[in-house]
């Protein structure tokens, strides 16, 4: 009899409107939610799109950088540079101040050329070997040579001279001789290929032997280093490309349109989320005047039914399930949707991403629905409750 009574005055169509506006608020905060754990390797992973980079940053050349003579960093501006929110780390490339002389002799001819050298600190180095270190009473100097030498010769030189291609483990078997001389000493020492590297464009040797090499070959000779490497912790950072460019610094690195890329991503899931917040919280706000309209359509029954010796709770318990029905309708509704809707997407971020999705994705959406799902409820019984009362 309560139940007939206090259904008299429910407008459907109001039920139906906070309930359509709920289901659309809720599945875009939902699917926000899932579509960005689902891309999250490709923020966070591994090998992901916006991890850490690395920059190599020079001063532009300019005319009177030329007629100087110095384009070095200073170490005000590696302080500088190092105060930057979006640097991690920060490391100077050492040059060779001696002159290196390479010749390899094989099948009776002998080949030769000079050679450049620079070094940075072994952690900014993405080749990892257990010969990168230097005794002096060894004599073998451990290269680190660019990926895109091998490539070259592979692919450019040796087919148009029809000549065999090399692969790298080959190139790490051979030694060849280093001629070093400077501060009047001519001395010689082994050298070899230990790794190929895809993030410096450079010939490295370990910074232990270049430190030793310039004291012992170039003693009076200090300069400022002319390229430093960044490794910058947030790629994302829009202040980036503004602070090399005020401060004359050119910039390469391994995915410098990365950032901008990144930047815009976060931007457009933000923008989603916060849409579907609004719809979200204006569907809660349409079910909180359908609650006032109800109960106040039915006041005067309600107080007639307090008077009839019905208790307070019975009328405050229906429509509290009345809301909970709707409620927890919906919400399983927009986790299904959720649901049916990834794997719409799932396979282009795979292609993109080349690995599966961790399993506890689809716990983190169930459990944001939950949670939502309790809040909205508890909120529901204390409006109802205080109406009534």
């Not at 005055?9 to 939902?30: D, H, P, R, Y």
């Not at 290196?100 to 940075?120: K, N, P, R, T, W």
């Not at 794997?343 to 944001?368: K, N």
Request: charged fraction near 20%.
């Amino acid at each position: 009899m309560l139940r007939k009574l206090l259904r008299q005055n429910i407008s459907k169509a109001q039920l139906v409107g906070f309930a359509v506006a709920n289901f659309a608020g809720l599945t875009i905060v939902l699917l926000s939610i899932q579509l960005y754990l689902d891309v999250r390797p490709i923020v966070d992973g591994k090998d992901s799109l916006m991890k850490k980079d690395y920059f190599v940053v020079t001063k532009n050349v300019s005319f009177i950088n030329s007629l100087v003579g110095s384009s070095g960093f200073s170490a005000e501006d590696i302080a500088r540079l190092e105060s930057q929110s979006f640097v991690g780390r920060v490391g100077s490339f050492t040059s060779s101040q001696f002159e290196v002389y390479g010749d390899i002799s094989a099948a009776g001819m002998s080949f030769g050329a000079d050679l450049f050298f620079e070094a940075i600190p072994t952690e900014f180095i993405d080749i990892r070997s257990d010969k990168w270190h230097f005794d002096p009473q060894k004599r073998f100097v451990p290269i680190i040579v660019p990926q895109n030498y091998l490539d070259l010769y592979n692919f450019g030189f040796a087919t148009s001279r029809k000549m065999p291609s090399i692969s790298s483990g080959t190139v790490q078997m051979v030694r060849f001789d280093l001629n070093i001389a400077g501060n009047g000493m001519v001395e010689k020492f082994e050298g070899g290929i230990v790794g190929f590297s895809n993030r410096i464009n450079t010939i490295l040797v370990p910074e232990e032997f270049m430190t030793w090499a310039n004291s012992r070959f170039a003693p009076d000779k200090r300069v400022l280093p002319a390229r430093l490497i960044v490794e910058i912790s947030n790629i994302t950072d829009p202040s980036i490309a503004t602070f090399f460019r005020d401060n004359g610094y050119k910039i390469e690195g391994e995915n410098q349109s990365v950032g901008r890329m990144a930047y815009f991503l976060r931007i457009a899931f933000v923008v989603c989320l916060l849409i579907g917040v609004v719809i979200f919280a204006l569907s809660f706000a349409i079910l909180v005047l359908s609650i006032y309209l109800i109960l106040q359509k039915n006041r005067e029954k309600i107080g007639n039914l307090r008077l009839a010796g019905y208790p307070r709770r019975a009328i405050v318990w229906f429509y509290f399930s009345l809301t909970s029905i709707v409620d927890t309708a919906v919400t399983l509704l927009s986790v299904l949707t959720v649901f049916a809707l990834r794997p719409l997407y799932m396979s282009r971020i795979v292609r993109v991403v080349d690995a599966e999705p961790t399993v506890c994705v689809a716990a983190v959406v169930v459990a944001t629905a939950v949670a939502l799902l309790a809040a909205i409820s508890l909120l529901n019984f204390v409006i109802i409750k205080n109406k009534v009362e």
